[in-house]
């Protein structure tokens, strides 16, 4: 009878101590206990819904976000599952890796964590998932692509390994379009697995807005196949072009070699990241012309068919001598862009005068900044006629002593083309939510009106002769097309000053069809080998871009009696 | 005493009167208890599981996207035409047959006209 009095005693002792536990636990003071519990079955699920997209004027998409994966291996378990050579030998083969090297870093028995592939597509995943392999881990990554590859590099920019926009337009307008994240709180089961019932707090994602950028990603393109034609033939140190429409200021391309991958913006050097259009100040050359000749016509300084005596080639002006790259004895104005003559153009600035031109030039948009929606834009270099040089009139009608960017000088061509309103280039057509709601909507901005309607057509005419049989510029006539254009070769400053003999920066601008111009392109190369000159090398590169951005922008033939043959 | 025992017996009624219901509405309460709960959690289970689901399609539509942006782009498209050594161009100005607007254009929409098309 004791015994079973023992047993009873003891078992209720134990009923006893795990009762009074049990209380303790849940009644007593152990916040900490408490907690760990909570803290094991909370769960955080961050909401990733990425930047949003960038488009160009089609709706092409240009940038998106997509979910890779980060392929990770937890080698201590594939060591003692004894794997490491089937494991090594597939894994190498499917993601094209050194056998060697995956073992080597595999066959590590304490090793937790080893990542072999970084932001591999969903498609390598799958694969790789396919083996069934043990010990290995599947970390998804939402990570930002460029369909296209480089095209359009400079422009649409990169998302670095902070997922912070750099460059072009993901840097501009990145506080839009980067979105962000969301999160949820709650509590798993055993299992792991989320209890919707015990969701404590969700914060919605909110999606970046997409941009429409003004670009055609199709004249992009015939715009790099250019400019690669000119790396490959030319052989220049670098590159550059934009095309432009000429009555609204909208950039349809704009492109830069060297150039870069931004799927892979780590691979490049620094300069290939630079967008040369926009950020790179250099001295026009006879492009410049056309802004000098356009002052002076819309001055009444000079007609279209005023004679000038181009000195056989040399002329001295305040005791310094003044070259044309070929002698020339006397021109008409239109003569003078047709040739390109240096001395022409400077003895219409002379008769223009300092002041006058400084206005036109400034009206002209050189030496400020166009603000198109892009970050790095040069604003060029004019310098007030009080600190000119005596000889700075003479050097500045032929492009020296002044600096632009390519922009700028194709939007003054423009500014022709639009009978003489100067249009604020812009990039960026609008940016919309997700909910539809537009943010910022881009829009024709005329921002001065440096020369009549008159003027602007009689350069248009006169620009037309470049492009014909025996102007500098007949390369870049286009079949069908009457081209108005302006070709430029400029000794290129050597950087303890002075000028480089041999080294230039060929440069041309045109547009189509002259009589009502809807297109305008620059083509810049900056010291083409060993053709070097504007005529020679830019020229021909424009009529490429010219052509099937023409035909493919359905732009309408010129007449017969204004158009000519071209390649 | 017969007067105490029907009191007994009237408040023995009572509580069984009262009891038994309270009990079955208890019961039913719980068991309603007990059925919204599993709808609840299948439901809860669902939502998350369509949550995946959307996920996963969402992840899968921008990846089709990729490939059909990719696809459509004119550099791979040259590219892969080159492949095969085929080489396609714009046609010529001369080679574009241009239609006059003021001519009559076909309608488009022959069901609008009444078609049995």
């Given at each position: 009878?004791w015994r079973?009095?023992?047993?009873?005693v003891?078992?209720?002792?134990?009923?006893?101590?795990?009762?009074?536990?049990l209380v303790?636990?849940h009644?007593?003071?152990?916040?900490?206990?408490?907690e760990?519990v909570?803290r094991?079955?909370r769960?955080?699920?961050n909401?990733?819904v990425?930047?949003?997209r960038?488009?160009?004027?089609?709706?092409?998409t240009?940038a998106?976000?997509?979910t890779?994966?980060?392929i990770?291996?937890t080698p201590?378990?594939?060591?003692?599952?004894?794997?490491?050579?089937?494991?090594?030998?597939?894994?190498?083969r499917?993601?094209?890796?050194?056998?060697?090297?995956?073992?080597?870093?595999i066959n590590?028995?304490?090793?937790?964590y080893?990542r072999?592939?970084?932001?591999?597509?969903e498609?390598?995943?799958?694969?790789?998932?396919?083996?069934?392999?043990?010990?290995m881990?599947?970390?998804?990554?939402?990570?930002?692509q460029?369909?296209?590859g480089a095209?359009?590099?400079h422009l649409?920019g990169?998302?670095?390994?902070e997922?912070?926009?750099?460059?072009?337009?993901?840097?501009r307008?990145?506080s839009?379009i980067?979105?962000?994240?969301?999160?949820?709180?709650g509590?798993?089961?055993?299992?792991?697995r989320?209890?919707?019932?015990?969701?404590?707090?969700e914060?919605?994602p909110?999606?970046g807005a997409?941009?429409?950028?003004t670009?055609d990603q199709?004249?992009?393109?015939?715009v790099?196949?250019g400019l690669d034609?000119?790396?490959?033939?030319f052989h220049?140190?670098?590159?550059w072009?934009?095309?432009?429409?000429?009555r609204?200021?909208?950039?349809l391309a704009?492109?830069?070699?060297?150039?870069?991958?931004?799927?892979r913006?780590?691979?490049?050097?620094d300069?290939a990241?630079?967008?040369?259009?926009i950020?790179?100040n250099f001295?026009?050359?006879?492009?410049?012309?056309v802004?000098v000749?356009?002052a002076?016509?819309?001055?009444g300084?000079?007609?279209?068919?005023d004679v000038?005596?181009c000195?056989?080639g040399?002329w001295?002006?305040?005791?310094?001598?003044l070259r044309?790259?070929?002698?020339?004895?006397?021109?008409?104005?239109?003569g003078?862009?047709?040739?390109s003559?240096?001395?022409?153009?400077?003895k219409i600035?002379?008769?223009?005068?300092e002041?006058r031109?400084?206005?036109?030039?400034r009206?002209?948009?050189?030496?400020?900044?166009?603000e198109?929606?892009?970050?790095?834009?040069?604003?060029?270099?004019?310098?007030?006629?009080?600190?000119?040089?005596?000889?700075?009139?003479t050097?500045?009608?032929?492009g020296?002593?002044v600096?632009?960017?390519?922009?700028?000088?194709?939007?003054?061509?423009?500014?022709?083309?639009?009978?003489?309103?100067?249009?604020?280039?812009?990039?960026v057509q609008?940016?919309?939510d997700?909910d539809?709601?537009?943010l910022?909507q881009g829009?024709?901005?005329?921002?001065?009106?440096?020369v009549?309607?008159?003027?602007?057509a009689?350069m248009r005419?006169m620009?037309?002769?470049?492009?014909?049989?025996?102007?500098?510029?007949?390369?870049?006539a286009?079949?069908g097309y009457a081209?108005?254009?302006?070709?430029g070769t400029?000794?290129?400053?050597?950087?303890?000053?002075?000028?480089?003999?041999?080294?230039?920066?060929?440069?041309?601008?045109?547009m189509?069809?002259?009589?009502?111009?809807?297109i305008?392109?620059?083509?810049?190369?900056?010291?083409?080998q060993?053709?070097r000159?504007?005529?020679?090398t830019?020229?021909e590169?424009f009529?490429?871009?010219?052509?099937p951005?023409?035909?493919?922008?359905d732009i309408?033939p010129?007449?017969?009696?204004?158009?000519?043959g071209?390649p | 005493?017969?007067k105490?025992n029907?009191?007994h017996?009237?408040?023995?009624n009572?509580?069984?009167?009262w009891?038994?219901p309270?009990?079955?509405?208890v019961?039913a309460?719980?068991?309603?208890?007990?059925h919204?709960h599993?709808t609840?959690t299948g439901?809860?289970?669902?939502?998350?599981?369509?949550?995946?689901e959307?996920?996963?399609l969402r992840?899968?539509?921008?990846?089709e996207?990729?490939h059909?942006?990719?696809?459509r782009?004119?550099g791979?498209?040259?590219?892969?035409l080159?492949?095969h050594?085929?080489q396609m161009s714009?046609?010529?100005?001369d080679?574009?047959i241009?239609?006059?607007r003021?001519?009559?254009?076909?309608p488009t929409?022959?069901?609008r006209?009444?078609s049995?098309?």
């Open positions: 009878m079973v009095a023992l047993v009873s003891v078992l209720l002792a134990v009923w006893g101590g795990l009762s009074a536990r303790q636990l009644l007593g003071p152990n916040r900490e206990l408490r760990g909570r094991q079955h769960i955080r699920q909401l990733q990425g930047r949003g960038i488009l160009d004027r089609n709706g092409n240009l998106l976000d997509l890779h994966y980060d990770v291996v201590g378990e594939v060591y003692s599952n004894r794997q490491v050579h089937v494991f090594s030998s597939h894994l190498s499917t993601l094209g890796k050194d056998y060697t090297e995956v073992f080597q870093r590590t028995p304490h090793s937790q080893y072999l592939e970084r932001q591999a597509p498609g390598l995943a799958e694969r790789v998932r396919r083996l069934q392999l043990p010990g881990r599947f970390d998804a990554v939402n990570t930002r460029y369909p296209q095209l359009a590099s649409i990169f998302v670095n390994l997922g912070l926009g750099s460059g072009g337009t993901e840097q307008w990145d839009l980067k979105g962000r994240a969301g999160f949820r709180l509590e798993k089961d055993g299992l792991r989320e209890v919707y019932s015990r969701r404590s707090l914060v919605s909110q999606e997409n941009v429409h950028l670009i199709n004249v992009q393109y015939f790099e196949r034609y000119a790396m490959t033939t220049p140190e670098a590159a072009a934009i095309a432009q429409e000429v609204t200021g909208a950039i704009m492109a830069t070699r060297p150039t870069f991958d931004p799927n913006y780590n691979e490049f050097p300069e990241r630079m967008n040369r259009a950020g790179y001295e026009p050359g006879s492009i410049f012309k802004a000749v356009a002076a016509i819309n001055e300084v000079v007609r279209t068919n000038f005596d000195e056989r040399l001295s002006y305040a005791g310094r001598p044309d790259y070929r002698s020339h004895g006397e021109l008409d104005v239109t003078i862009l047709r040739k003559s240096n001395i022409g153009a400077a600035a002379v008769e223009l005068g002041d031109l400084y206005r036109y030039l009206e002209f948009g050189v030496g400020r900044r166009t198109i929606e892009l970050p790095g834009e040069e604003a060029g270099f004019l310098a007030h006629p009080k600190d000119w040089y005596p000889i700075s009139i050097r500045i009608a032929m020296h002593q600096s632009v960017t390519a922009l700028q000088m194709l939007n003054m061509m423009c500014a022709i083309g639009n009978d003489g309103f100067l249009m604020r280039p812009y990039l609008r940016v919309v997700r539809g709601v537009v910022h829009a024709p901005d005329v921002i001065a009106r440096p009549t309607e008159r003027t602007a009689l005419t620009l037309t002769e470049v492009t014909r049989p025996g102007g500098t510029g007949e390369r870049a286009v079949a081209v108005a254009g302006k070709t400029a000794q290129k400053v050597l950087p303890g000053g002075g000028y480089a003999q041999r080294e230039n920066v060929a440069a041309f601008m045109g189509l069809p002259a009589h009502r111009p809807e305008a392109f620059i083509v810049v190369l900056d010291n083409p060993p053709l000159t504007g005529g020679r830019a020229a590169v009529a490429l871009m010219a052509k951005a023409a035909r493919y922008l309408q010129s007449d017969g009696a204004a158009a000519r071209g | 005493m017969d105490r029907r009191r017996g009237h408040d023995g009572r509580l069984i009167f009891g038994v309270l009990m079955a509405l019961a309460l719980g068991m309603v208890y007990l919204l599993g609840c439901i809860g289970q669902n939502i998350t599981r369509l949550e995946r959307y996920a996963e992840k899968e539509v921008l990846n996207e990729h059909w942006v990719a696809a782009y004119i791979n498209m040259e590219a892969l080159d492949r050594g085929l714009f046609p010529e100005p080679q574009v241009r239609l006059n003021q001519e009559p254009v076909p929409q022959y069901a006209q009444g049995p098309i």
